[in-house]
């Protein structure tokens, strides 16, 4: 891609309003506009960092065995109305006259799941989607990290047996590790309590990060956490530490298949409700929490399973157009016609993981700089291609 | 993917209430579900068909010079009051207090580039991206064709001149003649009336259907066609066409952009408003369009460009196993053990391109057949990798 044609360019102002570096960042660096408070245009670049967390996230699911669907957004309050949530979530949700906009969809699928389930035969389900979700958030703030209006993967897990159940939320809680790990995140698994879903404690999978608007007691032996919310106190060498969350698994028994009637016939002959549970992950809050743990006072240092582009292409004295048509599509070349030091300052702001330089100094080769470091190579095309 | 593990299965008999050939069979495969009328869940195998068509759509757009990105879906009002919008767009648009939900992008494309426009420069932009429509739609009929809630691909493009838009409008049909081409159909390039987006006529890509809403006049010398809002009535020769809508382009002018300010230096050194146009193919409308195009009385016959699997493997006497193993990702294979009358059924119901079958019958071969012919071939694995 070159940079002259790109939309938009890079802002030298962060938002007035802005505090976190995410909200700073990748606002400046033309990844994300907001159209109001809470809710943001996923500007090109932005897009495709959240459509490579969005292909990280779906090459884990699938690897579970999950399926991948979608379902609608605009949810009939019947539906609603049977688990009690359409009063019960009612501040949460954005809520039409006949209509809810979906916030999460657990009532959804089960209204879908109990038209397709007879017997034990048809379970374990496991079916998931990337879909946008509303929440009525008063207090949308935090750049991207808290949104009215946000992009979330959720995984529904039904099951015959309790048993079947935790093995695969076992399972399901292996593959966010596999994801956090590969977008270059460190996360702590902490219990914590279930607000609008569940009774039941869940597990959150939160970043330690002093802008982390959760707060968390870890375990020093096991490394594991436990939400504020539900900390009994007692246990004095927890470390307190300030945390995002990042995603989140809940398991539910039969407390919506039984409101829902969510029943199957048993090898056995009987009737009896689902295991079920829901298992979820915000791609553009896990952008933003990346970017919180990933930056320095120059910009965004993109891990680079996630960096909109591998390359980021500098041309200085008309030079670049070589090497730029060698490279492929995961370059990001700026052709324009402004200053080196612009040039340079935009590459440390958008991140890229490795700067390529090419001028009339460098001759032949190519000055290479990762954005994690100060050291600069001279290398040849031949061997950036291998 | 096994069929025994795929949610969730065929169903015999298609709703009361279908009509359509979509809406019968895309149901009774176990592609789409309804949540409620004109509001459909993409099942896994509905989900892959639309991926597909997704990708067409994106490396044509991309091809263009278009870039993708996604705006949001929660509308503030005050933006679509700059328009009149608001107001005059209300008997299709649903409106909470302060928002609105997209059922076009327009007001919100055009709000997001004045932010971000300053010079020619910077123009032309071409941005489109994939998301969810909601329109009120009193008559929700149809199967999938017509929605409250579907899934649309639009694209925007601003330009400097009128000369430049027109260029790039032309550019966009071609490119739309392209996908269509791709995932099978033949188009009648339509001129028609621009409803709640312009006073100017429009161009419709429509498909000749015998089950399609719109009635089009086509001329029989140059094959494009006027849709009957605006037909005159005097071309003697034109044909009588039952048509469904596929995509249409929209030509602005700067119209809205005078509206809502959207304006740039040029050359000269004088503030102007940008010439606007916008794009739309409907994924979900399409994948129902398909389908009204290729089925017969056993079930879908789908392009291969767009179905969910290239190979519907049929195992009959516990046989399949290793072919399916040496077949890759796109393959079907019915493993279940339920009859082989069953099983040919629901391979015919589903339409994928090829069935495959392996029994105690065919020994070291493989029995082929396509979908939309009679002829079974007796061929070796080899043979069918290659």
Same mark, same amino acid.
């Given at each position: 891609?070159?940079?002259?044609?790109?939309?938009?360019?890079?802002?030298?102002?962060?938002?007035?309003?802005?505090?976190?570096?995410?909200?700073?960042?990748?606002?400046?660096?033309?990844?994300?506009?907001?159209?109001?408070?809470?809710?943001?245009?996923?500007?090109?670049?932005?897009?495709?960092?959240?459509?490579?967390?969005?292909?990280?996230?779906?090459?884990?699911?699938?690897?579970?065995?999950?399926?991948?669907?979608?379902?609608?957004?605009?949810?009939?309050?019947?539906?609603?109305?049977?688990?009690?949530?359409?009063?019960?979530?009612?501040?949460?949700?954005?809520?039409?006259?006949?209509?809810?906009?979906?916030?999460?969809?657990?009532?959804?699928?089960?209204?879908?799941?109990?038209?397709?389930?007879?017997?034990?035969? /048809?379970?374990?389900? $496991?079916?998931?989607? %990337?879909?946008?979700?509303?929440?009525?958030?008063? =207090?949308?703030? !935090?750049? *991207?990290?808290?949104?009215?209006?946000?992009?979330?993967?959720?995984?529904?897990?039904?099951?015959?047996?309790?048993?079947?159940?935790?093995?695969?939320?076992?399972?399901?809680?292996?593959?966010?590790?596999?994801?956090?790990?590969?977008?270059?995140?460190?996360?702590?698994?902490?219990?914590?309590?279930?607000?609008?879903?569940?009774?039941?404690?869940?597990?959150?999978?939160?970043?330690?990060?002093?802008?982390?608007?959760?707060?968390?007691?870890?375990?020093?032996?096991?490394?594991?956490?436990?939400?504020?919310?539900?900390?009994?106190?007692?246990?004095?060498?927890?470390?307190?530490?300030?945390?995002?969350?990042?995603?989140?698994?809940?398991?539910?028994?039969?407390?919506?298949?039984?409101?829902?009637?969510?029943?199957?016939?048993?090898? /056995?002959?009987?009737? $009896?409700?689902?295991? %079920?549970?829901?298992?979820?992950?915000?791609?553009? =809050?896990?952008? !933003?929490? *990346?970017?919180?743990?990933?930056?320095?006072?120059?910009?965004?240092?993109?891990?680079?399973?996630?960096?909109?582009?591998?390359?980021?292409?500098?041309?200085?004295?008309?030079?670049?157009?070589?090497?730029?048509?060698?490279?492929?599509?995961?370059?990001?070349?700026?052709?324009?016609?402004?200053?080196?030091?612009?040039?340079?300052?935009?590459?440390?702001?958008?991140?890229?993981?490795?700067?390529?330089?090419?001028?009339?100094?460098?001759?032949?080769?190519?000055?290479?700089?990762?954005?994690?470091?100060?050291?600069?190579?001279?290398?040849?095309?031949?061997?950036?291609?291998?």
């Amino acid at each position: 891609m070159r940079y002259s044609q790109l939309f938009p360019k890079t802002k030298r102002d962060a938002p007035k309003d802005a505090v976190a570096a995410n909200h700073k960042l990748l606002v400046r660096g033309g990844y994300i506009d907001q159209l109001m408070a809470g809710s943001w245009t996923l500007l090109p670049l932005g897009w495709r960092v959240v459509a490579k967390i969005t292909q990280i996230i779906r090459e884990e699911m699938n690897a579970t065995g999950a399926q991948e669907m979608l379902m609608p957004l605009l949810h009939p309050k019947e539906v609603w109305e049977e688990t009690g949530r359409w009063e019960s979530a009612a501040e949460v949700m954005y809520q039409l006259d006949n209509f809810g906009l979906a916030f999460t969809h657990e009532e959804v699928v089960l209204d879908l799941v109990r038209k397709h389930l007879e017997s034990y035969l /048809d379970l374990p389900i $496991k079916i998931y989607h %990337f879909s946008t979700k509303f929440r009525n958030e008063a =207090r949308a703030t !935090g750049g *991207i990290l808290r949104g009215r209006e946000f992009l979330m993967k959720d995984l529904y897990s039904l099951h015959a047996s309790e048993e079947d159940f935790w093995k695969y939320y076992e399972e399901v809680k292996q593959a966010y590790l596999k994801i956090f790990k590969r977008v270059g995140l460190d996360v702590i698994v902490t219990e914590a309590a279930g607000g609008v879903f569940t009774g039941n404690h869940t597990h959150e999978f939160q970043v330690a990060a002093s802008s982390g608007e959760d707060v968390i007691y870890v375990d020093p032996k096991t490394g594991t956490g436990i939400n504020k919310e539900i900390f009994a106190g007692e246990e004095k060498d927890y470390k307190k530490v300030q945390a995002i969350e990042v995603g989140n698994i809940f398991s539910f028994g039969t407390y919506y298949s039984e409101k829902m009637g969510v029943d199957f016939t048993d090898k /056995d002959g009987t009737k $009896k409700p689902v295991w %079920f549970g829901s298992y979820g992950i915000g791609q553009t =809050r896990l952008m !933003g929490a *990346i970017v919180e743990i990933f930056h320095d006072d120059k910009g965004i240092i993109w891990p680079g399973s996630v960096a909109p582009f591998k390359y980021h292409l500098v041309g200085l004295n008309g030079k670049g157009e070589d090497v730029y048509k060698k490279l492929g599509d995961d370059v990001l070349f700026d052709d324009r016609d402004v200053s080196a030091g612009e040039k340079f300052a935009d590459a440390d702001l958008l991140g890229c993981p490795i700067r390529l330089v090419v001028s009339d100094k460098t001759g032949d080769k190519i000055e290479a700089k990762r954005r994690d470091s100060e050291a600069i190579k001279l290398i040849d095309i031949a061997s950036l291609l291998d």
